[in-house]
T-cell receptor, first 111, second 117 residues
Framework: QKEVEQNSGPLSVPEGAIASLNCTYS??????FFWYRQYSGKSPELIMS????GDKEDGRFTAQLNKASQYVSLLIRDSQPSDSATYLC???????????FGTGTRLTIIP | GAVVSQHPSWVICKSGTSVKIECRSL??????MFWYRQFPKQSLMLMAT?????????EQGVEKDKFLINHASLTLSTLTVTSAHPEDSSFYIC?????????????FGPGTRLLVL
């Protein structure tokens, strides 16, 4: 069974610090990985996608993928209170229909 | 780009009635859309995969006769909750797949809150 695992948290980070969110996956065939942010009562919003080993940066966000270790992470620099949300990690295969979602990590940025 | 809308955003209905929820991809064509359900403080649960022009594929444990899915065009999928009961009250979220290969991504709609009285 394909699984994506995340620490449910809550993860508390002081404002201005780096928040580090981690995710592991069981399916070695997974090719694409996504981080979604979900505010309470709202639907998920795409933050980052990554397909290749290494780092991918977009503003304050950096996604990291290590296929050998089957590990995906999301770093949020200069954390802001508005970053407080649940972050969902998802993995998929090109051309396959479904993504496999983790259960999410709840992040709280403390002012 | 890649905007997905849902209608209605809120619906309250009496037990036993049917409710239809629409999911539209506004600026792209989506051959595949997905329907999820999320109960309070729980994770997303995939209900079914909706394919344009063909029957939906339901996840294990999801009753296809209760949750009717129609993907009649490349921009519209509908979910009908038939004979709704209070236990069907939930947050229903659709997503649409955009792009191909390494550019393939799922974008979510804003969700529909269903309350069955």
């Amino acid at each position: 069974q394909k699984e994506v695992e995340q620490n449910s948290g809550p993860l508390s980070v002081p404002e201005g610090a780096i928040a580090s969110l981690n995710c592991t996956y069981s399916d070695r065939g997974s090719q694409s990985f996504f981080w979604y942010r979900q505010y309470s009562g709202k639907s998920p919003e795409l933050i980052m996608s990554i397909y290749s080993n290494g780092d991918k940066e977009d503003g304050r966000f950096t996604a990291q993928l290590n296929k050998a270790s089957q590990y995906v992470s999301l770093l949020i620099r200069d954390s802001q209170p508005s970053d407080s949300a649940t972050y969902l990690c998802a993995g998929g295969v090109f051309g396959n229909e479904k993504l496999t979602f983790g259960t999410g990590t709840r992040l709280t940025i403390i002012p | 780009g890649a905007v997905v809308s849902q209608h209605p955003s809120w619906v309250i209905c009496k037990s036993g009635t049917s409710v239809k929820i629409e999911c539209r991809s506004l600026d792209f064509q989506a051959t595949t859309m997905f329907w999820y359900r999320q109960f309070p403080k729980q994770s997303l649960m995939l209900m079914a995969t909706s394919n344009e022009g063909s029957k939906a594929t339901y996840e294990q444990g999801v009753e296809k006769d209760k949750f009717l899915i129609n993907h009649a065009s490349l921009t519209l999928s509908t979910l009908t909750v038939t004979s709704a009961h209070p236990e069907d009250s939930s947050f229903y979220i659709c997503s649409a797949r955009a792009g191909t290969g390494s550019l393939e991504t799922q974008y979510f709609g804003p969700g529909t809150r269903l309350l069955v009285l």
